[in-house]
Protein backbone atom coordinates (compact mmCIF):
# COMPACT_ATOMS: atom_id res chain seq x y z
CA UNK A 1 0.00 0.00 0.00
CA UNK A 2 1.34 3.73 -1.28
CA UNK A 3 0.86 5.38 1.72
CA UNK A 4 2.58 8.18 4.39
CA UNK A 5 3.66 5.85 7.30
CA UNK A 6 3.34 7.29 10.72
CA UNK A 7 5.09 5.64 13.96
CA UNK A 8 7.00 2.94 14.34
CA UNK A 9 4.75 0.10 14.07
CA UNK A 10 3.68 1.32 10.44
CA UNK A 11 7.45 1.98 9.49
CA UNK A 12 8.68 -1.41 10.69
CA UNK A 13 5.72 -3.07 8.97
CA UNK A 14 7.03 -1.17 5.24
CA UNK A 15 10.08 -1.90 5.13
CA UNK A 16 9.64 -5.53 6.48
CA UNK A 17 7.32 -5.85 3.15
CA UNK A 18 10.14 -4.27 1.05
CA UNK A 19 12.73 -6.92 2.65
CA UNK A 20 10.78 -9.97 1.41
CA UNK A 21 11.21 -8.58 -1.67
CA UNK A 22 14.92 -9.48 -1.82
CA UNK A 23 15.85 -5.71 -3.52
CA UNK A 24 19.31 -5.02 -4.74
CA UNK A 25 19.67 -0.91 -4.63
CA UNK A 26 22.56 0.89 -6.59
CA UNK A 27 23.07 4.97 -6.40
CA UNK A 28 22.74 6.20 -10.14
CA UNK A 29 23.49 10.01 -9.12
CA UNK A 30 24.36 11.18 -5.66
CA UNK A 31 25.92 14.36 -3.43
CA UNK A 32 26.48 14.51 -0.21
CA UNK A 33 27.22 17.38 2.18
CA UNK A 34 28.69 17.60 5.62
CA UNK A 35 28.51 19.83 8.85
CA UNK A 36 29.45 19.75 11.92
CA UNK A 37 27.99 16.29 13.48
CA UNK A 38 25.57 16.10 10.42
CA UNK A 39 25.72 14.97 6.95
CA UNK A 40 23.48 15.03 3.95
CA UNK A 41 23.22 12.51 1.11
CA UNK A 42 20.39 13.10 -1.63
CA UNK A 43 20.48 11.70 -5.53
CA UNK A 44 18.95 9.13 -6.94
CA UNK A 45 18.73 5.37 -6.46
CA UNK A 46 17.43 2.15 -8.50
CA UNK A 47 15.55 -0.48 -6.93
CA UNK A 48 15.72 -4.08 -8.51
CA UNK A 49 13.60 -6.47 -6.62
CA UNK A 50 14.91 -10.05 -6.98
CA UNK A 51 10.70 -11.64 -6.71
CA UNK A 52 9.41 -10.32 -9.84
CA UNK A 53 12.93 -8.62 -11.56
CA UNK A 54 10.61 -5.27 -11.73
CA UNK A 55 12.99 -2.05 -11.38
CA UNK A 56 12.43 1.25 -9.93
CA UNK A 57 13.71 4.71 -9.99
CA UNK A 58 13.55 7.09 -7.43
CA UNK A 59 14.83 10.44 -5.16
CA UNK A 60 16.30 10.06 -2.06
CA UNK A 61 17.39 11.89 0.73
CA UNK A 62 19.25 10.86 3.84
CA UNK A 63 20.49 13.07 6.70
CA UNK A 64 22.47 11.70 9.04
CA UNK A 65 23.60 12.67 13.00
CA UNK A 66 26.50 12.01 14.62
CA UNK A 67 25.83 11.61 18.15
CA UNK A 68 27.60 12.91 20.32
CA UNK A 69 27.44 9.97 23.11
CA UNK A 70 28.56 6.92 21.18
CA UNK A 71 30.07 9.16 18.16
CA UNK A 72 28.10 6.81 15.88
CA UNK A 73 26.15 8.08 12.30
CA UNK A 74 22.50 7.57 12.50
CA UNK A 75 19.83 8.19 10.39
CA UNK A 76 17.60 11.29 11.50
CA UNK A 77 15.48 11.21 8.47
CA UNK A 78 15.07 9.30 4.94
CA UNK A 79 12.63 9.96 2.17
CA UNK A 80 12.18 8.88 -1.21
CA UNK A 81 9.92 9.15 -3.97
CA UNK A 82 8.97 7.85 -7.45
CA UNK A 83 10.58 9.63 -10.14
CA UNK A 84 7.61 10.57 -12.78
CA UNK A 85 7.01 8.88 -16.02
CA UNK A 86 7.95 10.92 -18.96
Known amino acids: MNQPRKGRASIREYFEGVVKRSPTVTIVDGTITTGHNWAINVGVYEWTFGDDGSQKQARY???????????????????SSGLPQG
Open 61 to 79: TFVYVCTEDDEEWKISHHH
